[in-house]
Each structure stands twice: as C-alpha cells, then as structure tokens.
C-alpha cells in the first residue's frame, strides 16, 4: 500500500473527526486508527497500521483520563508475537490502565506491566514500551523508556526539534518481561508549555532507509522531522508518512508502523467545578463495577499522595521535599569524633 496516498490525522477543528475523551476513559488497542483525540490537557494524534493491512498487530496504544481529568496517561507498546497472544496482552494493558488511571505516580504500572510480559516469557513474549503522564495543572510530563527508542520534543519557544531522553545513561532500561525481578525503570520529566510537540514511535519508523540506503535511526529521523512546519500539528503524521513512504522502497510497509504525537492544550490548569463534584461519584462507580459479579474490570483506587489528594500546590510541596531528601541522602556522612 502506498502510505503516500493515504489520508493523515484529522485536523482538532472538525468536530465529526475528533474522539473527545471522557474521564475515567481508557481509549486503544492494537488495531488500525487514524484519529485525533481531545482530552482536558491534551491534544493527541494516533496513527497505526498492522503489518500486511491487518485487523490487528503488534503495536499497543492506549490513553486514559482521570477522574478529574488532571492525569492523562499515554502507553505505546511494541508487542513481539503474533496473534492471540498479542490480543490478549493488549487487553491485559487495557486492565492495567483501568486499575492505574487515577494515579500520577506511573511507577506501580510500569512495574506491573513488567510481571505481565515475565509471565508470558516462556512463550517469547516481550515488550519495548513508552510510558508517560501527564499532569494537566502544571504541565508535567512523566517518561518512561522500556527498551523504546526516544521520543522527539519540539519546543515552540525555539523552534527546534531534538531527542528526548534521559540525560544520564539509560542502561536501566530493557524491555519489559526480559527480567522479571527489575522493580524500577528510571523516569524522567520535562515541563511542557503551550506549542510544544512530543511525537512518539514504534521502530518501523527508525528502520526505514533514506535515500542513500541507510537506515535513518533516531538522528536521521529528527533531520526528517525537522523539515516540517510544526505551527499546524494536524499535518505533520500526513506529511511525515508521505515523505518516509517516498525516501526509499518499502519503507513503513515491513512491520507494523504506529505513531503518537500530542501537545498541551491549556484546557487542564484548572478542574472544573462539575469534575470537582463528579469524581468521587466516578470512583465509587468504577469500584462498584468491578464488584459486579459480571464486571472483571480492575477497581481504578485513587492514588493516595499529596500529589493526588491536594492538588497542584502540594504536588509542587511534595516534589521539594522528595528533592531535599534525594540531596540529603546522596551527602556523604559527616566526620564522627
């Protein structure tokens, strides 16, 4: 199939083309999409397509909103296996991301996420995989990077694209279910502001040839990326896919090939009176469902932390103080008498 041809991300004008999300939603899958996703944060574009035109393939994506709307989660997975192991791990994230959607702390899903592959080691099943949460009120972005290649940030501030990615060695971070007794992957953060772009990939994207024959990689992915114009995010999976499609035969048509770019909106500073009232009442719902005898989703318990609980002020206290004692600890010991 022709990438070239193909129709891109609907533009976030036209309401009949964009999915809006709804707290305590979880949106995705491993099948085909092509959409653009509101959520009260976020501003999101997903494109994936299986290898071969299939129904569904390797590629897991997956977003969440929270109670409030606060806590956006983004997941993108590349699953190795085919079929229904692949279709059953894709639902098992979905549950994961239920139980985990209320909280900002993404490191119990990570390490969830982990025991699940461990589990599914002995049929060769293994995961690399981005994580991130984003915290509407004061524009935090949280990563993790499983084994995945690096996202790429465009800053409107400057106008420039790089790779974003840990500034200390990223050794820590394999794939998930290579090794079933890793309990933390490091994280790292970067504060968002109104402009900016995180576009996010599977390796189809990095394993395509430029025009010379050699494989792009994540630099020459960033050179191709940095030739568009970012003012309209909209366009840019369109003209991405058309130009990667052009550079070299057979380029995005080996493997499954999926796409995730978002921006902040400036939607989320502040919940809104109607959330403030309506989460407890979402909670109490999502428990209660999963208390049904033919219910089996997770029950979405809240994160208990100051983050959580008080808010954007005490999530800024809390992030000090956690700041202080990392500072404290590292100090060596003073001299005894």
């Not at 694209?161 to 200390?168: P, T």
């Not at 103080?321 to 100090?331: F, I, L, P, V």
Request: aromatic residues 6%; charged residues 20%; proline residues 7%.
């Amino acid at each position: 199939m022709n990438l070239a041809s193909q129709p891109g991300p609907p533009e976030v004008g036209d309401p009949a083309a964009v999915r809006h999300m709804q707290c305590m939603e979880i949106w995705g899958g491993n099948e085909p999409v092509d959409s653009a996703v509101v959520m009260p944060g976020l501003d999101a574009w997903i494109y994936s397509r299986p290898f071969g035109d299939a129904g569904a393939g390797g590629d897991v994506h997956y977003v969440s909103s929270c109670a409030t709307g606060r806590i956006t989660r983004l997941l993108l997975a590349d699953v190795s296996g085919h079929g229904a192991v692949v279709a059953q791990t894709a639902q098992a994230l979905r549950r994961l991301m239920q139980r985990y959607v209320n909280y900002i702390d993404q490191t119990a899903l990570v390490r969830a996420m982990n025991w699940r592959f461990a589990l599914l080691s002995d049929a060769g099943s293994f995961a690399t995989a981005i994580v991130s949460t984003f915290f509407a009120p004061t524009n935090d972005l949280t990563l993790c990077l499983a084994g995945h290649p690096p996202p790429l940030l465009y800053r409107a501030r400057t106008g420039a694209w790089s790779l974003l990615r840990e500034q200390r060695s990223e050794a820590g971070n394999i794939p998930l279910g290579v090794d079933q007794v890793v309990s933390d992957w490091s994280q790292f953060g970067v504060k968002l502001e109104i402009g900016d772009l995180v576009l996010c990939y599977t390796d189809a994207l990095i394993e395509s040839r430029g025009a010379d024959g050699q494989m792009l990689g994540s630099a020459g992915l960033l050179k191709l990326v940095a030739r568009f114009d970012a003012v309209d995010a909209s366009l840019l999976l369109r003209r991405l896919l058309h130009d990667m499609a052009s550079l070299h035969e057979g380029n995005l048509s080996n493997d499954d090939v999926t796409i995730l770019l978002f921006r902040p909106n400036g939607q989320g500073k502040v919940v809104r009176l109607r959330d403030k009232i309506l989460a407890p009442l979402r909670v109490v719902g999502g428990l209660l469902k999963a208390a049904a005898p033919s219910g089996g989703a997770p029950p979405p318990w809240p994160e208990v932390s100051l983050a959580n609980l008080g808010g954007a002020m005490l999530r800024r206290l809390n992030r000090g103080w956690s700041a202080k004692n990392r500072a404290a600890q590292s100090d060596p010991p003073a001299p005894t008498a």
